[in-house]
């Protein structure tokens, strides 16, 4: 089996919280990222958006893209106008040969409203759920005939959060909203990542692994603390510097047959984390475990 390892720029530059390594340019980003030994890297809102400059950048760098991030507001919004939201994002991936669109829920979110704590996160009822996986099932489908494939990302603070969410919006919607398998956002969400992969392995078509430092998560108040104040807490750090273990990760995903990115993303305060220094470490374990569990690195 095959993987490719991304970085996730967000270690040296977060576009949420500016403070945290706001002035750093996005050629640091990339060049050390192919230093740490990584093939390929996420979408960071620092990338230009010209397909010539992008791939003149990535080729600069010897880095493929992975995947983008995409705010999507289709909770709230129609589907003709998300599809026109999202069309100039899925041609500039196309067009660098990227199949994977990440899909992010940020209509009634709280993941970046720095004054609003995790516990008043906005939830669905099962109805709600239901027209949501509907609106959802038809904007993937339409992605597919776009030649990209949806990786919808649970996320703290969003409508799919906690096992409970996964569970109702996976059983509503069809094999075309492929699922973002993302390790730091369930062990903060109080949901075991390997009781997801067993059930859901093979709706897995694109995977975040980060990992989460156990003495900060069990400090905050989720009444108090939210999303953002975790990350300047310093709740999330880079595979094999947290609590979860990766190799059991890996494992099941060689199980379900999961080949593709397993892209390294911990969004730390970089003057407290040098990016170079931990995205290394993230390659360098994550790399082992990978080998352990029969991937060959591409």
Sequence with gaps: MKARLAACPIAWTNDDLPELGGDTPVEQCLEESRKAGYSGTEMGGKFPRETNVLRQLLANNDLA??????????????LEAEKKQALPLMKLLRDLDVKTMVYGEV???????RHVPLNKRPQLNDDEILGYAQKMNDFADWCLTEDIQLAYH???GAVIEREHDIDRFLAATKKSVGLLFDTGHLVMAGVDPLSILKKYGKRVVHVHCKDVRE???????????????CVLEGVFTVPGDGMIDFQKICDELAAQHYQGWFVVEAEQDPEKAPPLQYATMGYNYLKKCLNNSGYIIE
Aim: zero cysteines; aromatic letters at 8%; charged letters at 20%.
């Design 215 to 229: 003495n900060i998560m069990n400090g905050i108040d989720r009444d108090r603390s939210s999303f953002l104040d």
């Design 154 to 156: 649970h996320h703290l």
């Design 107 to 113: 209509a009634r979110s709280i993941q970046g409203q």
């Design 65 to 78: 893209l992975a995947a983008s991030w995409y705010s999507g507001t289709l909770l709230d919004n129609n």
